[in-house]
Nanobody, 125 residues
Framework: QVQLVESGGRPVQAGDSLRLSCVAS????????MAWFRQAPGKEREFVAA????????VLHDSVNDRFTISRDNAQNTVYLEMNSLKFEDTAVYYC??????????????????WGQGTQVTVSS
């Protein structure tokens, strides 16, 4: 059983930067594909970014591709989401997830097995 704990979410102004962290415990972190999803009020959970286990290859949603970066530190069992030039529409609860789907289905929430509780990011325009 893997436990995921996100942190770093807070209220910010449009244009600000923020780094989210997700620490994993209870499993072999380096073997998991790690991803970030987000859910805004009244909307479905959507894919943000994912990073592969072996090569740290990354994929990001088109809406954040030029502003967000996902990275991982296997020695620290941590995955990060660096968010720059934040926009009002980035407001959401951000969730960390772990699974094994790569490359197929890596952007699908149901491909991930373990989930964190989420961290709130609020961007004021």
């Amino acid at each position: 059983q893997v436990q995921l704990v996100e942190s770093g979410g807070r209220p910010v102004q449009a244009g600000d930067s923020l780094r989210l962290s997700c620490v994993a415990s209870g499993g072999t972190f380096s073997s998991y594909v790690m991803a970030w999803f987000r859910q805004a009020p009244g909307k479905e959970r959507e894919f943000v970014a994912a990073i592969s286990a072996k090569t740290s290859s990354t994929v990001l949603h088109d809406s954040v591709n030029d502003r967000f970066t996902i990275s991982r530190d296997n020695a620290q069992n941590t995955v990060y989401l660096e968010m720059n030039s934040l926009k009002f529409e980035d407001t959401a609860v951000y969730y960390c997830a772990a699974g094994w789907a790569w490359p197929n289905r890596r952007t699908y929430a149901d491909a991930y097995i373990y989930w964190g509780q989420g961290t709130q990011v609020t961007v004021s325009s």
